[in-house]
């Protein structure tokens, strides 16, 4: 039997990593790139000019004939432009050339993607800067050509970040920066501190064929019509089922592409909704994750291509079925390996952990509003507080143990102060089962999972980014003021104080605690006693982007500038703007061209067949003429429905503003779709088969 191979053969085989480099560098050359990377010191023209010409050979020897600077402009996605290595001497000879100058910096149109008002058309240069700290890798396209892949930041000619990875980099800095600080307050020593991020991936694969037979799905993503299907989620039986052949043998594929890419795809499972599946990799430090959460994406999708099928990342592609979101699980360590939200046996003891566990419950509190706007796209507005995912009020759960732990701190109790660690499952025979620091509610936004916290609204289509840049500046701004606070007192007086601050953050923030059911209409109530903020569409929460408070938090910490925050919020705005002026288009171009008609025929076979039968005896036609009856009253009532989305679709795009048109659009365009659609599917079930001008959900979902 020929031996198998491994994982551990070809992981991470296309990517520029450590091995790779130790093989195609000077062990100088490879311990002044470390440092680099590790300690965040300036990279050189001469030490970046020996790093190009190690990665053009590893390029090269793995069959590379351009190279391109990957970033990730504010649309959400990635950009890219490829250059080949063929250059020629000054002897008129081709040579391959790759220099430390096109390894660090590139050019590339800045008018040509969203400033929100950054760049004039006329100004169009923007430039790609490495980010050394992601490594580059290989990708391999189905017609053979091969190219070196080197992330990067984008920013304006004048600075301004235009994407979405600078402010995400400034913010792990100011996050190490500050947690640096705190550590060293307590009297202990390191160098780094590093947000780590696992980010899980929810999708749907639906069959190719379908997927190009639906115009909604072409242009946006999502189903604007659509009639349920008789079978639903509602038996569970989707969730964690056995996996399909056909998806097994996509998952398989997907996996290897991912591991080819150093992407340590992890878990795989079919979701709650039929047709829905997920996958989760390993943590890593947050910008590779949020770099490899996008080519997790991208590989999704034309992986499925594969396989006849099409991934669709949409937070709600199917009515009345789960979407898909996005987990967020984050943590944050030491260079020494310290993770610092692990609890241990006895929390309560544990300083480090009480400090960084209630600055993020103080963080997300104070800043709840940037966690929401983080989650924020048009899309996770159909999927956001219904059930399948948290409501739009932030809350944190930390579990029964955590409360008793710092409920009996704030109180002065000795209390129970160890966590319970195993669970009696009642079986001899099973081993003893060890129990996590706290429970899962599925309900929670934002809920501690035993060493991370794991914020749940993120939408599936969307950049890992955004949550993150939140996160680590809010925790940053805490830290702060901890750590001011720890070394304005002597060594002998520092444990006192870290409880007094742990208590006073605690009870100042409790309020955020909620550990009950997120989805129902009691918690709204009891949320609103508490002040805690409802922002429940996007187009406000994309105001709070310029609040004061919000402005002044991430220019402290040289996140990002006034500037660049309000340019945000205006392509927000503007993205938001598109997005439903597409669905609207998309609404109308179905309604006339694929529905009307398909409705006409329906009512055409109808009177034939009553005016056939009506000559032997007008009794035996009675149900078909309560059907005509029923489907002509729907079909006027779609069409005055659609005029009126004609009406409202018009008074949007005479907006003067950008903002004013997203108000039309949110109040009164949505509005009326949604009426639309409810007329359509009612005359989708009356319509026969043969009828029907598109695939229905029971076809698309339910496929072999």
Same mark, same amino acid.
């Given at each position: 039997?020929?031996k198998?191979?491994?994982?551990?053969?070809?992981?991470?085989?296309?990517?520029?990593?450590?091995?790779?480099? !130790?093989?195609?560098?000077?062990?100088?050359?490879?311990?002044?790139?470390?440092?680099?990377?590790?300690?965040?010191?300036?990279?050189?023209?001469?030490?970046?000019?020996?790093?190009?010409?190690?990665?053009k050979?590893?390029a090269?020897?793995?069959?590379?004939?351009?190279y391109?600077?990957? &970033?990730?402009?504010?649309?959400?996605?990635?950009?890219?432009?490829?250059?080949?290595?063929?250059?020629?001497?000054?002897?008129?000879?081709?040579?391959?050339? &790759?220099t430390?100058?096109?390894?660090?910096?590139?050019?590339?149109?800045?008018?040509?993607?969203?400033?929100?008002?950054?760049?004039?058309?006329?100004?169009?240069?923007?430039?790609?800067?490495?980010d050394?700290?992601?490594?580059?890798?290989?990708?391999?396209?189905?017609?053979?050509?091969?190219?070196?892949?080197?992330?990067? +930041?984008?920013?304006?000619?004048?600075?301004?970040?235009l994407?979405?990875k600078?402010?995400?980099?400034?913010?792990?800095?100011?996050l190490?920066?500050?947690?640096?600080?705190?550590?060293?307050?307590?009297? =202990?020593?390191?160098?780094?501190?590093?947000?780590?991020?696992g980010?899980?991936q929810?999708?749907?694969?639906?069959?190719?064929?379908?997927?190009?037979k639906?115009t909604?799905?072409?242009?946006?993503g999502?189903?604007l019509?659509?009639?349920?299907?008789?079978?639903?989620?509602?038996?569970?039986?989707?969730?964690?089922?056995s996996?399909?052949?056909?998806?097994?043998?996509?998952?398989?594929?997907l996996?290897?592409?991912?591991?080819?890419?150093?992407?340590?795809?992890?878990?795989?499972?079919?979701? +709650?909704?039929?047709? !829905?599946?997920?996958?989760?990799?390993?943590?890593?430090?947050?910008n590779? +994750?949020?770099?490899?959460?996008?080519?997790?994406?991208?590989? =999704?999708?034309?992986?499925?291509?594969?396989?006849?099928?099409t991934?669709?990342?949409?937070?709600?592609?199917?009515?009345?079925?789960?979407?898909?979101?996005?987990?967020?699980?984050?943590?944050?360590t030491?260079?020494?390996g310290?993770? =610092?939200l692990?609890?241990?046996?006895n929390?309560g003891e544990?300083?480090?952990?009480l400090?960084?566990?209630?600055?993020?419950?103080?963080?997300?509190?104070?800043?709840?509003?940037?966690?929401?706007?983080s989650?924020?796209?048009?899309?996770?507005?159909?999927?956001?507080?219904g059930?399948?995912?948290?409501?739009?009020?932030?809350?944190?759960?930390?579990?029964?143990?955590?409360?008793?732990?710092?409920d009996?701190?704030?109180?002065?109790?000795?209390?129970?102060?160890?966590l319970?660690?195993?669970?009696n499952?009642?079986?001899?025979?099973?081993?003893e089962?060890?129990?996590?620091?706290?429970?899962?509610?599925?309900?929670?936004?934002?809920?501690?999972?035993?060493?991370?916290?794991?914020?749940?609204?993120?939408?599936?289509?969307?950049?890992?980014?955004?949550?993150n840049?939140?996160?680590?500046?809010?925790v940053?701004?805490?830290?702060?003021?901890?750590?001011?606070?720890?070394?304005?007192?002597?060594?002998?007086?520092?444990?006192?104080k870290?409880?007094?601050?742990?208590?006073?953050?605690?009870?100042?923030?409790?309020?955020?605690?909620?550990?009950?059911?997120?989805?129902?209409?009691?918690?709204?109530?009891?949320?609103?006693?508490?002040?805690?903020?409802?922002?429940?569409?996007?187009?406000?929460?994309?105001?709070?982007?310029?609040?004061?408070k919000?402005?002044?938090?991430?220019?402290?910490?040289?996140?990002?500038t006034?500037?660049?925050?309000?340019?945000?919020?205006?392509?927000?705005?503007?993205?938001?703007?598109?997005?439903?002026?597409?669905?609207?288009k998309?609404m109308?171009?179905?309604?006339?061209?694929?529905?009307?008609?398909?409705i006409?025929?329906?009512?055409?076979?109808?009177a034939?067949?009553?005016?056939?039968?009506?000559?032997?005896?007008?009794?035996?036609?009675r149900?078909?003429?309560?059907?005509?009856?029923?489907?002509?009253?729907?079909?006027?009532?779609?069409?005055?429905?659609?005029?009126?989305?004609?009406?409202?679709?018009l008074?949007?795009?005479?907006?003067?503003?950008?903002?004013?048109?997203?108000?039309?659009?949110?109040?009164?365009?949505?509005?009326? =779709?949604?009426?639309?659609?409810?007329?359509?599917?009612?005359?989708?079930?009356?319509?026969?088969?043969?009828f !029907?001008?598109?695939?229905?959900?029971?076809?698309?979902?339910?496929?072999?």
């Amino acid at each position: 039997m020929d031996k198998k191979t491994r994982i551990t053969d070809y992981f991470g085989q296309n990517v520029f990593n450590s091995v790779v480099m !130790q093989e195609y560098m000077s062990p100088e050359t490879y311990s002044e790139v470390r440092a680099v990377i590790d300690s965040g010191i300036t990279l050189g023209i001469d030490l970046a000019n020996r790093v190009a010409e190690a990665m053009k050979e590893w390029a090269s020897d793995m069959g590379a004939t351009h190279y391109t600077h990957w &970033f990730q402009p504010l649309t959400g996605s990635t950009a890219e432009k490829h250059d080949s290595f063929i250059s020629i001497d000054k002897q008129g000879n081709n040579i391959l050339e &790759f220099t430390g100058k096109n390894l660090s910096k590139g050019e590339a149109d800045a008018s040509s993607f969203p400033t929100g008002g950054i760049r004039a058309t006329f100004e169009a240069r923007g430039y790609t800067v490495w980010d050394c700290s992601s490594p580059a890798f290989i990708r391999k396209t189905k017609g053979g050509g091969v190219t070196l892949y080197i992330p990067t +930041a984008f920013c304006s000619y004048n600075g301004e970040a235009l994407d979405k990875k600078t402010p995400l980099l400034h913010s792990m800095e100011a996050l190490n920066r500050e947690g640096v600080k705190l550590i060293r307050s307590l009297g =202990m020593q390191v160098e780094r501190v590093i947000a780590s991020v696992g980010g899980e991936q929810e999708y749907f694969l639906i069959d190719k064929k379908d997927f190009n037979k639906r115009t909604d799905l072409r242009f946006t993503g999502r189903t604007l019509f659509g009639a349920d299907a008789p079978k639903g989620q509602e038996q569970h039986d989707q969730y964690y089922a056995s996996i399909k052949t056909r998806v097994s043998q996509y998952m398989s594929k997907l996996n290897h592409e991912l591991w080819l890419l150093g992407i340590t795809a992890k878990t795989q499972h079919n979701e +709650a909704a039929p047709s !829905q599946h997920e996958l989760a990799p390993i943590f890593c430090t947050a910008n590779i +994750a949020t770099d490899q959460n996008q080519l997790i994406m991208e590989t =999704m999708k034309k992986v499925a291509e594969k396989f006849d099928l099409t991934c669709l990342l949409h937070e709600k592609p199917f009515a009345n079925v789960n979407g898909s979101g996005k987990h967020n699980n984050w943590s944050v360590t030491t260079d020494s390996g310290i993770n =610092m939200l692990r609890p241990g046996t006895n929390p309560g003891e544990n300083a480090l952990f009480l400090l960084t566990f209630t600055a993020v419950i103080a963080g997300v509190d104070e800043y709840a509003d940037l966690i929401r706007m983080s989650a924020s796209n048009p899309g996770n507005e159909h999927r956001l507080g219904g059930n399948e995912a948290p409501p739009s009020i932030i809350s944190i759960y930390i579990g029964d143990d955590l409360e008793l732990v710092m409920d009996n701190l704030c109180e002065g109790n000795k209390g129970e102060e160890s966590l319970k660690q195993y669970i009696n499952t009642g079986v001899n025979y099973l081993a003893e089962l060890k129990k996590d620091s706290s429970d899962r509610n599925r309900t929670s936004p934002f809920a501690f999972t035993g060493n991370k916290f794991e914020f749940r609204m993120v939408g599936s289509s969307a950049t890992l980014s955004n949550p993150n840049v939140m996160i680590n500046t809010i925790v940053a701004e805490m830290f702060s003021r901890i750590s001011e606070e720890l070394l304005s007192v002597s060594a002998a007086e520092r444990d006192a104080k870290v409880i007094e601050i742990v208590k006073r953050l605690y009870t100042e923030h409790k309020r955020i605690i909620y550990k009950g059911n997120n989805y129902t209409k009691d918690w709204v109530r009891e949320a609103k006693k508490r002040g805690l903020n409802n922002i429940d569409n996007c187009v406000d929460a994309y105001d709070v982007l310029v609040d004061k408070k919000n402005i002044d938090l991430f220019e402290r910490h040289g996140v990002m500038t006034c500037v660049e925050l309000q340019s945000r919020r205006e392509i927000y705005l503007e993205i938001y703007n598109q997005v439903i002026n597409i669905e609207a288009k998309t609404m109308l171009l179905m309604a006339r061209s694929e529905i009307m008609p398909a409705i006409i025929k329906s009512k055409k076979e109808l009177a034939l067949t009553i005016n056939q039968v009506s000559n032997i005896d007008e009794n035996f036609t009675r149900v078909e003429r309560e059907q005509l009856q029923v489907l002509s009253g729907l079909f006027n009532i779609f069409n005055n429905e659609l005029v009126e989305l004609d009406r409202v679709y018009l008074a949007a795009s005479k907006a003067t503003t950008c903002k004013k048109r997203a108000i039309i659009y949110r109040d009164q365009v949505v509005l009326t =779709m949604n009426k639309l659609r409810k007329t359509a599917d009612a005359i989708e079930v009356l319509i026969p088969k043969e009828f !029907q001008p598109y695939p229905t959900y029971a076809d698309i979902l339910f496929y072999d």
